[in-house]
């Protein structure tokens, strides 16, 4: 199981941000997946889970409505698309084959992407 995350970057308050999770190895399309995040001196938490069936739970309540997640499944990637973005999401973000507002004992995380919300 290999997952890669991609697409973050600078970006201003307000602004939007798609970040990307690229799988190898296993068929993305049958498997929940978690997006999670840590900021700064925080620990990693949850952000949001997309269900094999498209159904999305999410442990943030200040992501929902700015937040959405989304497959492509002939493309075998999960996609975190972000909206309004606050000063408060900053954080690297990560993706993992797991759901839930805390991260166990998973261990295999990926390098994960950097998203930086400032002005």
């Known amino acids: 199981v290999n997952l890669v995350e991609s697409g973050g970057g600078l970006v201003h308050p307000g602004g939007s941000l798609r970040v990307s999770c690229a799988a190898s190895?296993?068929?993305?399309?049958?498997?929940?997946i978690g997006w999670f995040r840590q900021a700064p001196g925080k620990q990693r938490e949850g952000v949001l889970c997309?269900?094999?069936?498209?159904?999305?739970?999410y442990y943030v309540d200040s992501v929902k409505g700015r937040f959405t997640a989304s497959r492509d499944n002939a493309k075998n990637t999960v996609y975190l698309q972000m909206d309004n973005l606050k000063a408060e999401d900053t954080a690297i973000y990560y993706c993992?084959?797991?759901?839930?507002?805390?991260?166990?004992?998973?261990?295999?995380w990926g390098q994960g992407t950097q998203v930086t919300v400032a002005s």
């Open positions: 997309i269900h094999s069936s498209d159904e999305t739970t």
């Open positions: 190895g296993f068929r993305l399309a049958s498997y929940a």
């Open positions: 993992a084959p797991l759901c839930g507002k805390f991260v166990g004992d998973y261990t295999s």
